[in-house]
Structures are given as structure tokens and as C-alpha cells.
């Protein structure tokens, strides 16, 4: 099936360094992809949209200058946490549609294993 | 914006108790999904909904999207062990923004006393 694969799982990192998170779609590609960030026991958080070749789209409330996202490619996009301090600490998930070749219903998110971010 | 309630927030049943989680939208939506997400892992997808009334069975799991496509549920039956984890739906509409945004609900956390 679909496999979103996330790099890293875990990162722990000094404030004020920046942070690079990877999502690659292994076997499909995908266009756009959506990074979420997610609290402890609480629910996915749409941090902003990335799409292939050109700017990303932001939701409210999120800093793009923050929250680097570049889509250089079809099968990857990245996130970059600039200047990261603790209130950035927080479990980082990429997701993309895989379409229809794998799962019925062409907006069917798979998700990357996600990645925990610590700042010190 | 579009807002999706999610209800309870907990659930923590015996082994072998039924178990329900319910979703309501602000707004009509044209699908709902829904997916698990085990203790420590990301969201996997379970299952979609689109047409109104739609009910779908997945062994002891059986969704419902309501006739009005703007509230569903998921009913475990005889829950498990293996059923720990946090449920949550995710609903789409047509308006507006990116064809393919979804909006999660809070989520439901299941815990199963063996």
C-alpha cells in the first residue's frame, strides 16, 4: 500500500537552532502534502499545505517565517522549524493523498510515523 | 470555519463492553473519514463515508453517516485489547480552500481494562 515515510522520528535540538523534518511518498507521488502538529492527547492541527512547486498555504495563526515548508519535488517536501525554542516542542506529522491506485476515495490522507520534536 | 465536534472526549470500558464515538459538523459535509491512532503512533485510515445514510462494517467495527451528512459514529462492538488508541473522524466539504482539507475532530481515546 501507500507509505508516507517521515524523517526523523525523534529529534532533540538546543533553542534558537533550526530543525529540518522530511516526508517522502515512497511509491506514489503527491502534489500536495499537509503538515499537522499534535499536543499531547489532543487532536491533528492543520498547520498549512504544501504544494508542489510553488508556495506553501498557511493556516491562520501559523507563521510561514516559523515554519519553513518547501515541496521541491513530487515525492518530497520539507519542514523546517527556524529558530526553534520550547513552546516548538511538539509531535510533527506529514500526511498525502495517495489516490485512487491504492485506496478507494482519491482524498484518503496517509500519514508519515510523525516526528517528535524536543527543544531544550 | 468549519467545525467538527468529537464526543467523548475518554472512553474506558471493560474488556468485551460495545463502545461509540460520535462526530457532529457545523456544516454539511461531503464525506467523513475515520482513523486510529495507537498509543505513540500516527493516524491510520479506517474507513470513509460519502452517500447520506451510509452504514459500513468492519468486523466488530460498524460506521454510520448521518441522513443529514452532517454527523456520524463509530460503534465498536465487544471491544478488545488490541482496539486501544484514539479515534478520530475527519470531515470534508466542497467549499472553499484546497479540494482535499480536512478538518480532524478532537479525537476519542479508548482505553480497554483487560
Known amino acids: 500500500g501507500a507509505v508516507v515515510s517521515q524523517h526523523p522520528s525523534r529529534v532533540i535540538c538546543k533553542s534558537g537552532t533550526s530543525v529540518k523534518i522530511e516526508c517522502r511518498s515512497l511509491d506514489f507521488q503527491a502534489t500536495t502534502m499537509f503538515w499537522y502538529r499534535q499536543f499531547p492527547k489532543q487532536s491533528l492541527m492543520l498547520m498549512a499545505t504544501?504544494?508542489?512547486?510553488?508556495?506553501?498555504?498557511?493556516e491562520q495563526g501559523v507563521e510561514k517565517d516559523k515554519f519553513l515548508i518547501n515541496h521541491a519535488s513530487l515525492t518530497l517536501s520539507t519542514l523546517t522549524v527556524t529558530s526553534a525554542h520550547p513552546e516548538d516542542s511538539s509531535f510533527y506529522i506529514c500526511?498525502?493523498?495517495?489516490?485512487?491506485?491504492?485506496?478507494?476515495?482519491?482524498?484518503?490522507?496517509?500519514f508519515g510515523a510523525g516526528s517528535r520534536l524536543t527543544v531544550l | 470555519g468549519q467545525q467538527v465536534m468529537q464526543i467523548p472526549q475518554y472512553q474506558h470500558v471493560q474488556e468485551g463492553e460495545d463502545f461509540t464515538t460520535y462526530c457532529n459538523s457545523s456544516t454539511t459535509l461531503s464525506n467523513i473519514q475515520w482513523y486510529k491512532q495507537r498509543p505513540g503512533g500516527h493516524p491510520v485510515f479506517l474507513i470513509q463515508l460519502v452517500k447520506s445514510g451510509e452504514v459500513k462494517k468492519q468486523k466488530r467495527l460498524t460506521f454510520q453517516f448521518g441522513e443529514a451528512k452532517k454527523n456520524s459514529s463509530l460503534h465498536i462492538t465487544a471491544t478488545q485489547t488490541t482496539d486501544v488508541g484514539t479515534y478520530f473522524c475527519a470531515g470534508r466539504t466542497n467549499s472553499g480552500g484546497s479540494n482535499y482539507k480536512l478538518t480532524f475532530g478532537k479525537g476519542t481515546l479508548l482505553t480497554v481494562n483487560p
Open positions: 504544501s504544494n508542489e512547486g510553488s508556495k506553501a498555504t498557511y
Open positions: 500526511s498525502a493523498h495517495a489516490g485512487g491506485k491504492f485506496i478507494s476515495g482519491a482524498n484518503v490522507l496517509t
